[in-house]
């Protein structure tokens, strides 16, 4: 009975501190939070090791452990060739990490009772209806022949990219052939086309595989945007904004950054073929505009399109660890949240969530998070993680197109848990 009175209190005061944390605020200094102050600093010689070299332009780290900012510095420049220092409210192009953010407004629909996770998407955006899959592909003049498929694409196939909808500009290299030919873009910087248009072009186009068969990461997400707006009847970009972005206090995350905070936007490089950087001036994926988000445009892609701070995302990840509530608003039920980090348990061996990749009891041997963690990244090498366990948010953001240094946001990860110390 003791020892049941203790496991109860022990609950209790867990679950009121894991409900505390409203924002995220600074801490006085990391010991405070259960982290070292000198083995953090580890970071610095990393990063820095990493601009000596001339592998990235600059970076930006966060860490928050319990809600309170242990971490957060900028390093090297934002605009190289003008020495412009970088700022720790710089903003990033953080491509793939969009599609978290509209898994979570797919999520806030569902518990509307708008549609069940199996309904087929052809339910609600009919185009998607009798579905086919690529049989033959000819090269020569990307024309192709495709079957019937077995099954229907569900919602929850696009959530976990078992759909067969495969990538624009970097899938497979049928399917970047096939998605030219019919104008699909990847969704980064195609600022002057319709979202709507496009999606409903994808649908009539065939699927790598049979819905379900195995995780292949494509324009899913992109569907799942063009699905917020069927449902909510707004467009995706007006949705994130009054739905997620303004009750979080996300204000500087944008599809296309307002005139006034262009100077804000961190100036994206490329690798070389000797590894070093250099402003990557010329058309990025499928010939879009490097400086896209500074820019008009009313595409909203859903699965790359957003541009961000590291804070701004810290709130997105707080809500998370806050099991669906942060900022006095609650926009996910606890019930919801467990729901998305649950392994959906992909015949490919891909551990996935609704919208995050997941550690696993399977997985946990290659890395340093907890059991439970979510993660993803973006194209321009950004990397985040949140770990429920520990009560912890890690962010690393540079901007580089096609960096072969993928591995600093690895490093980033085992210096980030070496300092912790409780």
């Known amino acids: 009975m003791r020892l049941l ?10 679950t009121a501190h894991a409900q505390s944390v409203k924002n995220i605020s600074p801490a006085s200094k990391p010991e405070d939070a259960g ?6 600093s580890r970071i610095d010689k990393m990063v820095d090791e990493h601009l000596k070299n001339s592998w990235i332009p600059g970076a930006v780290v966060l860490i928050v452990r319990n809600g309170k900012i242990v971490y957060h510095k900028a390093y090297g420049y934002s605009n190289v060739e003008n020495k412009i220092a970088l700022k720790k409210d710089d903003i990033f192009r953080i491509a793939s990490q969009t599609k978290a953010i509209t898994s979570c407004a797919v999520m806030m629909l569902w518990e509307e009772g708008k ?12 185009e998607f209806k009798n579905p086919t899959v690529l049989k033959t592909f000819n090269p020569a003049d990307s024309s192709f022949t495709s079957e019937p498929a077995k099954n229907e694409i569900t919602i929850r196939h696009l959530l976990t990219h078992s759909s067969g909808i495969d990538y624009a500009a970097i899938g497979s290299t049928e399917f970047k052939a096939i998605y030219a030919k019919a104008g699909v873009p990847s969704g980064i910087g195609n600022n002057d086309q319709v979202l709507a248009e496009k999606i409903k072009i994808l649908a009539k186009l065939p699927l790598k595989h049979q819905p379900g068969e195995m995780w292949t990461y494509g324009l899913n997400t992109d569907v799942l945007g063009y699905l917020v707006e069927v449902l909510s009847g707004m467009s995706f970009d007006e949705f994130l904004r009054k739905r997620i972005f303004e009750p979080l206090g996300m204000k500087d995350t944008y599809f296309y950054l307002v005139p006034e905070k262009y100077q804000r936007l961190v100036a994206l490089y490329e690798s070389t ?5 250099t402003k990557a001036n010329s058309h990025a994926y499928d010939n879009v505009n490097p400086n896209y988000p500074a820019t008009k445009g009313k595409y909203f892609s859903g699965g790359a399109g957003l541009s961000s701070t590291v804070e701004d995302y810290a709130k997105f990840l707080q809500l998370f660890l806050n ?7 609650r926009l996910l039920s606890r019930k919801t949240v ?3 980090m649950t392994d959906q348990q992909l015949k490919s061996g ?7 990749g997941l550690e696993t009891p399977e997985n946990d041997y290659q890395s340093p998070f907890s059991v439970g963690s979510f993660s993803w990244g973006g194209a321009f090498n950004t990397h985040y993680w949140g770990d429920p366990k520990e009560r912890l948010i890690g962010l690393l953001f540079t901007n580089i197109y096609q960096s072969p240094y993928w591995s600093i946001g690895e490093k980033f990860k085992v210096l980030t848990y070496q300092a912790i110390t409780d």
């Open 5 to 14: 009175i203790i496991s109860t209190l022990w609950f209790v005061t867990a």
């Open 35 to 40: 982290m070292s102050s000198e083995r953090l």
């Open 115 to 126: 549609f069940l996770l199996d309904d087929p998407i052809s339910k609600y955006i009919p």
């Open 273 to 277: 073929s000797t590894g070093k950087v």
């Open 323 to 329: 099991k669906g509530e942060y900022n006095g608003v």
């Open 338 to 340: 467990e729901l998305i």
């Open 350 to 356: 891909q551990h996935f969530g609704l919208g995050f």
